[in-house]
């Protein structure tokens, strides 16, 4: 796996690392629970936009997380159908 993934130094640990964990239990979240969950997915979300406005300044990251926001704005209008 380090080959392939070309990993030459040892794991240094980044924001990035725990904000991609909080949006992969959002997701389990949404597909157990429901669509309410979507408030912590949009709250994870923010977190990085002003995280990648403030700190990163990558566009990357910004439109990343202006995507999972807009998703998840999307998921709380489905409820309020």
Known sequence: MKKFFRIDT???????????????VNVALIMIYGLSIAWFGLGIALV??????TVD????????????AVL?????MQ???
């Open 57 to 68: 300044h990558r566009i990357n990251g910004l439109l990343m997380h202006i995507s999972n």
């Open 10 to 24: 040892t794991y240094k640990f980044e924001w990035n690392d725990l904000r991609c964990f909080a949006t992969i």
């Open 48 to 53: 990085g936009v002003i995280k990648d406005l």
């Open 79 to 81: 409820i309020w159908k």
């Open 72 to 76: 998840n704005v999307f998921f709380l």
